[in-house]
């Protein structure tokens, strides 16, 4: 078992930065590959990105390709999602996961609470 916490986000104008952390405890996160997802209101979770459990791969959705970046700490049982140059449309719940490296919602068995974060026009 591992319990995630998402932190970091808040209202930001576009063009603007967030930089989200995800916290875990209980089981060493290094077991686990991590990835984002994302879900605004009356949509569906999306895939943002994942990450392999020692860091070396990343695989990221096109909507965020080369303004997102995520990385990962095993030491600090954490893991990031840097944003850059937001848009508006990138307003949702961002939630960590972790389970196994791939793009699907079924690929990850534990979720955080969720943060939120708001990006202003």
């Known amino acids: 078992q591992v319990q995630l916490v998402e932190s970091g986000g808040g209202l930001v104008q576009a063009g603007g930065s967030l930089r989200l952390s995800c916290a875990a405890s209980?089981?060493?996160?290094?077991?686990?590959?991590m990835g984002w997802f994302r879900q605004a209101p009356g949509k569906e979770r999306e895939f943002v990105a994942v990450?392999?459990?020692?860091?070396?791969?990343?695989s990221y959705a096109d909507s965020v390709k080369g303004r997102f970046t995520i990385s990962r700490d095993n030491a600090k049982n954490t893991v990031y999602l840097q944003m850059n140059s937001l848009k508006p449309e990138d307003t949702a719940a961002y939630y960590c996961?972790?389970?196994?490296?791939?793009?699907?919602?079924?690929?990850?068995?534990?979720w955080g609470q969720g943060t939120q974060v708001t990006v202003s026009s």
């Open positions: 990450i392999s459990r020692s860091g070396a791969m990343t």
């Open positions: 209980g089981r060493t996160l290094s077991s686990y590959a």
């Open positions: 996961a972790a389970g196994k490296y791939g793009s699907s919602w079924r690929d990850f068995d534990y």
